[in-house]
């Protein structure tokens, strides 16, 4: 599921992400936008292919497109390499596969700071296990039931009580002078 997250991060995007707000949105599609030869040359040769028809964009979209060039121009090679596997995989989904990420990274960017982190905790330890038992853990996981999935998810986002280990069920800790 992180891994979908961040591929919706990088390429619903198209590493055209901005920063801008609604407000500055607004007053960049009531400016003239940024010309071409205002580009760096790094940018123009990159972004060779919109030169024809950088006169047409929104202003609003100009800047995400100068942004993202100027960013993926910062990136090292191995950053590119895994952000144009991350973009290949994201051209092989179907329409409602990316509608379905989309919504997904939606929830996710409306979740608590806390919740986020946790998420990103999880999806780091399981990206330390085996390949044989990420492979079973994926299978079990694909087996669940909607009512099983919701559960699982309701209590990954509750947090841990304070009177006990979070992965040390309650009837454990009974009876062992706690």
Avoid at 108 to 132: C, G, H, K, M, V
Avoid at 135 to 148: A, G, I, N, S, V
Avoid at 153 to 175: I, K, W
Wanted: glycine letters at 4%; aromatic letters at 6%; one cysteine or more.
């Amino acid at each position: 599921m992180i891994r979908k997250i961040r591929l919706v991060a990088l390429l619903v995007t198209g590493l055209c992400v901005s920063e801008l707000t609604l407000a500055q949105v607004a007053e960049q599609s009531m400016s003239e936008g940024i010309g071409w030869a205002d580009l760096s040359v790094q940018q123009r040769e990159l972004l060779q292919q919109h030169e024809d028809s950088w006169g047409e964009l929104s202003s609003a979209r100009q800047e995400q497109i100068s942004t993202g060039a100027k960013r993926w121009l910062e990136m090292e090679p191995t950053q590119r390499e895994q952000a144009r596997a991350r973009f290949d995989r994201w051209q092989s989904l179907d329409t409602d596969q990316r509608v379905n990420v989309r919504d997904r990274y939606q929830v996710y960017r409306n979740l608590t700071p806390d919740n986020r982190a946790r998420i990103q905790d999880s999806y780091r330890r399981f990206q330390r296990l085996p390949p044989d038992r990420r492979q079973e853990l994926q299978q079990r996981f694909r087996t669940l039931t909607p009512d099983q999935l919701r559960s699982l998810r309701d209590n990954r986002l509750r947090p841990p009580s304070n009177n006990r280990a979070p992965d040390r069920p309650r009837s454990v800790t009974r009876g062992m002078g706690r």
